[in-house]
């Protein structure tokens, strides 16, 4: 469900009912992008409709030097799943040939997310959400891939068919694909390379092959939901209780 917000993009909220599914506490679980740029109307408004939400940032620390939060007096919690800059994802700033050069495949990326200690770094992101008490809002930089990842292995975990989980995914494509044209057309301009300019294009959208990694990790290494919850994120005692507060 969308939340419409003047200040910052891709805001929506995972509760609801979901076809031939369940049907999700809402108010709870919120996802978009980063607020660096929000504005005392939306807080109030965010406040004024959700209460004392805690916001959740994803970002490595040199993204929220960039451009940090705007919180007003919102608790907030730094939980990066990247320790450092991964270009692709964190979308940070520099030099664009050296940023083109080292680009891995989204792929990749999502891969990472999902083993070592990356992976480490997500389970405790989760494991904060499911105990949370208060409404919380994650973000990365544009709500789309760390956001996504996380989104959708709450929905997973709470009984969302995997179709709908892509499609509430694939929900960022209407904010951002705009935005990915334009600044292709301008890596285009600049390198005059139409291969690199499609590769920036799809750093700023959301593609079924990125979010289909999750569900190949899933099937391939553990076999199960169930079995990826307990042995690879280990939040299976903290489920029960979240599931409980968030179904309806």
Partial sequence: MEIKLKSVKNVRDLGGQYPGGPSIRTGMLLRGARLSGLTKKDATFLRKTYGDVTIIDLRTAQ????????TYDFDIRLMPIFDLEQPG???????IAEILASLPTMDALYSMMLHDEYLDNLRAVLRFIM???????????EGKDRTGLVGAILLLSLGVSREEIIKDYLVTNKTNERKAQNIARLIYIYKRDRAIAEKIHDLFIAKLEYLQVLFDVIDNEYGSPE???????RIDDVLPSFRKRMLQ
């Fill in 63 to 70: 993204e929220r030097e960039g451009r940090p939060d705007k």
């Fill in 227 to 233: 079995r990826f919850f307990t042995i690879g994120l």
């Fill in 89 to 95: 994802i964190s979308h940070g700033k520099g030099n």
């Fill in 131 to 141: 105990t949370c008490e208060t409404p919380v809002y994650f973000h990365c930089t």
